[in-house]
């Protein structure tokens, strides 16, 4: 076994899982064996039951699971979503949910990602400015994003709650690693104005060139820019359906152990002072449209605005622990 990467996965079930439960290690034959391995014998060290259930992979993020997947998510305490293509905005995921299963997202992570990076963070601290994030956005009514690269937009947030995404499954019964993040859905409907896109997107990776996304009435209704446009708008076409153009999700990246050359978008949208936007499905996160897909797309250098509390200036974190 490779104990370094058991001593990194170790940190997260010794936050998470209790004696005694029955863990539901959910994977894909596309995941390193060693992964799944690992997990298994952290679950067990930690005196817990862990079973694997390995599926075929997704082809896109937010596509359904099988339907096994919804009579083991039942059958369990704690799922363990250790898939190539993340599985959280799934319906089986949020039916476990509503029965009270704890969530745990681990998608797309690789060995590389659970022992650098994001996943070497002091969770204490990471969970503590997400929590103060997502409680500012809890309490707030309005959000406006600037950059000096051209994104101006500006969405209502009333009555959403805000979710401390951070290694530590709390009260809201959701969580992952590596993680880091503040996030909330927008309102239905509220969002006007332009996102330029300069970080990662899901399914396309780092971008060479920006993409220019409009947004009308809470909805993406251009997509422009250079191949990388191309491929979203393809994508979208070939994968999607009339929702997933929906501005589906807004985050606040809170992990500073984040590498800037990182190449894994699940880790990129972690980023300290990075802020992403979710496309399609908003359901897990609060709001009420479905769509078969949910796409992060992540932003640099924004300054983010909640009703009048200054969160972010140009990337910078302006709110400290306190």
Known sequence: MNINLFRHVMVPVKMNVKQGERVLILSDYKMDLEIKEALITAVYFQ??????????????????????????????????????????????????????????AMGGVTVESLTSGAATANYEQVYALSTKVAEIMTKGNNVKVLSEKGTNIEFSILGREGFPLAGIIDKNGISGFPDGEAALSPVEGSANGVIVVDGTVHHIGRLKNEIWLTVENGRVIKIEGGLEAEQLKEF??????????????????TNSAVKSNTENTQDYKKMLG?????????????????????????????????????????????????
């Open 47 to 104: 005196e817990a039951i862990p079973v694997l259930l390995v599926i075929p992979p997704l082809e896109v993020f937010g596509n359904e699971l099988p339907e096994i997947v919804e009579k083991a998510v039942l059958d369990c305490d704690l799922i363990i979503a250790v898939c190539s293509t993340s599985v959280s905005h799934t319906n089986a995921i949020r039916l476990g949910r509503k029965n009270g299963k704890r969530y745990y």
């Open 236 to 253: 979208l076409e070939k994968n999607g359906d009339d929702n997933s153009y929906n501005l589906a999700e807004f985050a606040i990246g």
């Open 274 to 322: 990075t802020i992403h936007f979710g496309i399609g499905d908003n359901i897990t996160l609060g709001g009420h449209t479905y769509s078969k897909i949910h796409m992060d797309t992540v932003v640099r250098n924004c300054s983010v605005i909640v009703d009048n509390i200054e969160v972010l200036r140009n990337g910078k974190m302006v709110l400290g622990l306190r």
